[in-house]
């Protein structure tokens, strides 16, 4: 299992960039993790787009969502070209269907709804759900393959929950929307500190910030998570890569 970033930027995606967007390659399956503002432009930096066959969605907000549409077309252009005969496959929280069912198109793309409780396997990687807080219904996503573990967050407050779910893993992809001194529940995020104090007492190897801010310097938000975190922490970049 090889997981690369797309897309990392919380709300918007800055030049030459995306908001939240993970590939996910094992077993010669490729699939994604959202697909946020600007995945479609970055993402063939990274994999085929007529590779990619499924995407697992978080939630509906559009810094998760918004490339799905033009990544359809895309799909629909290459099925059209004969490139691929793949239709593509969208698994999206079963709460959001009025939203997410626009993405279904006959023959294109089809549409699966997923409640907390489902498990799917994609390219030999088992995928779970926990259910997080947040304004829009959400669900953060653990992949699992051959012993090795990797969490998904989504956008998320801190949660002892998923604190839960994320126990052990070997890589942790957390959302951290703001520094360490500011309020970010009350906007349904995490900052600096309980990004990393979820991953130290989760007992986590390896902590990647994501859904990073537009303000101030993001090697801060590392200063601040090394405080409360003993492992390894990385900033999520476009091509930062784990592999396991």
């Given at each position: 299992m090889?997981?690369t970033t797309a897309?990392f930027?919380?709300?918007?995606?800055?030049e030459n960039?995306?908001?939240?967007?993970?590939?996910v390659?094992?077993?010669?399956?490729?699939?994604?993790l959202?697909?946020?503002?600007?995945a479609?432009a970055?993402?063939?930096r990274?994999?085929?787009?007529?590779d990619?066959?499924?995407m697992i969605i978080?939630h509906?907000?559009?810094?998760h969502?918004?490339?799905i549409?033009?990544?359809?077309y895309?799909?629909?252009?290459?099925?059209?070209?004969?490139?691929?005969?793949?239709?593509?496959?969208?698994?999206?929280?079963?709460g959001?269907k009025?939203?997410f069912q626009?993405?279904?198109?006959?023959n294109?793309?089809?549409?699966?709804?997923y409640?907390?409780e489902?498990?799917?396997?994609?390219?030999g990687?088992?995928?779970?759900f926990q259910?997080?807080?947040?304004?829009a219904?959400?669900?953060?996503a653990?992949l699992?393959?051959d012993?090795k573990?990797?969490?998904?967050?989504?956008?998320?407050?801190?949660?002892?929950?998923?604190?839960?779910?994320?126990?052990?893993?070997?890589?942790?992809i957390?959302?951290?929307?703001?520094?360490?001194?500011?309020?970010?529940?009350?906007?349904?995020?995490?900052?600096?500190?309980?990004?990393?104090?979820?991953?130290e007492?989760?007992?986590?190897?390896e902590?990647?910030?994501?859904?990073?801010?537009?303000f101030?310097?993001h090697?801060?938000?590392?200063?601040?998570?090394?405080?409360?975190?003993?492992g390894?922490?990385h900033l999520?970049?476009?091509?930062?890569?784990?592999?396991?």
């Amino acid at each position: 299992m090889k997981l690369t970033t797309a897309g990392f930027w919380g709300a918007f995606p800055e030049e030459n960039s995306a908001t939240s967007c993970y590939v996910v390659k094992s077993e010669g399956e490729t699939f994604l993790l959202d697909c946020g503002s600007g995945a479609m432009a970055v993402l063939p930096r990274i994999a085929d787009r007529n590779d990619i066959d499924q995407m697992i969605i978080s939630h509906r907000h559009f810094d998760h969502t918004a490339d799905i549409g033009a990544f359809v077309y895309s799909r629909a252009t290459a099925m059209g070209l004969k490139e691929t005969d793949r239709p593509l496959t969208i698994h999206a929280p079963a709460g959001e269907k009025a939203f997410f069912q626009q993405f279904e198109k006959e023959n294109i793309s089809e549409l699966k709804l997923y409640e907390t409780e489902d498990r799917l396997l994609i390219g030999g990687v088992r995928v779970t759900f926990q259910k997080t807080t947040h304004p829009a219904p959400c669900w953060a996503a653990r992949l699992e393959k051959d012993g090795k573990t990797v969490v998904y967050t989504a956008d998320t407050v801190y949660d002892e929950a998923l604190v839960s779910f994320c126990e052990k893993a070997d890589l942790l992809i957390a959302e951290c929307s703001f520094y360490e001194n500011q309020d970010a529940s009350a906007f349904g995020h995490m900052n600096s500190r309980e990004a990393a104090e979820m991953a130290e007492a989760a007992g986590v190897k390896e902590l990647w910030l994501s859904h990073l801010p537009h303000f101030g310097e993001h090697e801060q938000l590392k200063n601040e998570a090394e405080k409360y975190f003993s492992g390894k922490i990385h900033l999520a970049a476009e091509g930062l890569s784990w592999e396991g």
